[in-house]
């Protein structure tokens, strides 16, 4: 008995220990691309470092698949030593989903020096990749990709005006402003618009809200008109991009839209008469307190107490004897 005991003590001295992480990258010269996956898939969970080279590697890998999973895995590790690479990817590889991922990898990592890879994306055959590369160009918030987003609000997509507006509206450049504009009329005006398909109520909320981030008091005027829009939603995000922007022209507005049946409408209404709204607002502003919808309950509450701070008669001060 002692010597079996002693046997095993000896065995399990002898057995080496478990090291995922070598195991994992083993896994990466299977055979099999299923297990080299397998093996990436487990280097992104453990975010090592130095999982970094044998990922780097797998780039150049003949199996789409697997160039994916290394794309994925390197840009969830933000590792900017692999952005270049990465950025050839999204130029010059084959394969649509390979190009896709390397385009929202480079939004993870965020090195500015592959802008003019994304912006070359912008133009890329597969519909996937060219959304990619503008949601990782409104990541970066750089200027240098406003020109490029602003030409992508001229196509007939609506989606894709959408996301180049909200691209948009994390850059604080004005550059863009004259096209946001243009585009703008474009989505709302019949008059203006040659093709039928740009005429969407959507796309020119979210034109208007891009605006109003801008907070450039010199574009009210410009947006006032779209307080007589046919679309309430365009109505209401006119009001609050004017309310943005310091302008009280679209307390009217908010005032309609209070009880509205959207939440996220009667939210934008609460913020513009917290600000600008009048004593009278204060009544619907407390039974908006009892709103159903947590975010616009948050809202009615928090403009009821500023309005309230506003009308309340300051506490007079005793004199002294």
Known sequence: MTVMLGFSGTAALAAKPADPFSDAVKLLKDKDS?????????????????????????????????????????????SREAARDIADLLRNDPEPSVRQTAAISLGYIGDRETIPALIQGLNDSHEATRFACVNSLGILRDASAASALSEKLKTADPRMRQSAAFALSNMGEKGSIPTLLEALKSSR???TSKDPALLDPAVGVSILQTLGHKRDPSVAKDLKPYL?????????????????????????????????AQPGQRRLCAEVLGE??????????????????????????????????????????????
């Open 189 to 191: 005006s019949s008059e």
């Open 228 to 260: 007589a829009d046919p679309d309430p939603g365009v109505r209401i995000q006119c009001a609050h991009s004017l309310y943005l922007m310091g302008d009280d022209s679209g307390a009217q507005t908010a005032r309609s839209g209070l009880s509205g």
């Open 276 to 321: 600008f709204g009048k004593k009278s607002d204060l009544e619907s502003l407390e039974m908006g307190k009892s709103d159903p919808d947590p975010a616009a309950k948050q809202a009615m509450i928090a403009a009821f107490e500023k309005l309230s701070r506003r009308f309340t008669p300051a506490p007079k001060t005793k004199n002294k004897k």
């Open 34 to 78: 299923v297990k080299r996956r397998q093996g990436v898939e487990q280097l992104r969970v453990m975010r090592n470092p130095a999982a970094f080279q044998p990922l780097l590697n797998l780039l150049k890998d003949k199996v789409p698949a697997v160039r994916v999973a290394a794309c994925d895995a390197l840009g969830t590790m933000r």
